[in-house]
């Protein structure tokens, strides 16, 4: 079992920065991948970046050059620091961790951008 708790979001104007963070514990020895997924209401729930098996991170192409993840083993978090912040950018993320074919969902945070 993994637990993850997410914190950061919030509200703010386009061009504007924030940085998501997602805390994890439990059996995070087994983690082989982790990732950061988006949901705009009305919308399904994107993939937005993720990095597998020790890999580079990948990201959607709407956000390539704005957002960045990136891990602190250490402190067993992973982040999204989301750089010039688009309206489209607004919606509930959520950041998941895999074990093999299993994956573990963070609580999710709203991030609104305002035009």
């Known amino acids: 079992q993994v637990q993850l708790v997410q914190s950061g979001g919030g509200l703010v104007q386009a061009g504007g920065s924030l940085r998501l963070s997602c805390a994890a514990s439990g059996s995070i020895s087994s983690t082989n991948g982790m990732a950061w997924y988006r949901q705009a209401p009305g919308k399904q729930r994107e993939l937005v970046a993720q990095?597998?098996?020790?890999?580079?991170?990948d990201y959607l192409d709407s956000v390539k050059g704005r957002f960045t993840m990136s891990g602190d083993n250490a402190k067993n978090t992973v982040y999204l620091q989301m750089n010039s912040l688009k309206p489209e950018d607004t919606g509930v993320y959520y950041c998941k961790f895999f074990t093999g074919p299993i994956g573990y969902w963070g609580q999710g945070t709203q991030v609104t951008v305002s035009s």
């Open positions: 990095i597998m098996n020790g890999g580079s991170p």
